[in-house]
């Protein structure tokens, strides 16, 4: 049965990886990669968003300087155009992930319940 079901997980796998969203987040992704402002730009946001998320994790108040900074790191690379096509297709790969993981794990809601739904 465990054989049957990672065979199930590697179709899957496959069948992710020949998607036209991710064959678009592939392309975008390799269009910055060559275009060094678009990977200057965008690295610094994501190094920016992850300390923000470490000092989040440690229990560190963010300050408002650095929420601003923050908001103006992401509006400057919204408006590069590659960019903001890059985080669109991340954001649909991720619901299409998020919507898998939904249907996979409800045979675990069946026995623990479902945690987004409020306990009476």
């Known amino acids: 049965m465990v054989a049957q079901l990672q065979e199930k997980a590697q179709e899957l796998k496959e069948a992710l990886a020949t998607s036209e ?3 678009s987040l592939q392309s975008l992704h390799q269009q910055i ?3 060094d402002i678009a990977k ?7 190094q ?3 300390e923000l998320q470490q000092k ?4 560190v ?3 408002e300087e650095e929420a601003q900074k923050a908001q103006q790191q992401f509006e400057l690379v919204q408006q590069h155009d590659l960019i903001s096509q890059l985080m669109e297709a991340e954001q649909k790969l991720s619901v299409i992930i998020g919507d898998i993981n939904k249907i996979i794990t409800e045979p675990l809601e069946e026995i623990y ?4 739904q409020e306990q009476n």
């Open 21 to 23: 969203e991710f064959k």
């Open 33 to 35: 990669e060559e275009d």
């Open 56 to 59: 989040q994790m440690q229990g």
């Open 40 to 46: 200057k730009m965008l690295d610094n946001f994501r």
């Open 113 to 116: 319940g479902n945690p987004d």
């Open 61 to 63: 108040q963010i300050s």
């Open 48 to 50: 920016l968003q992850l």
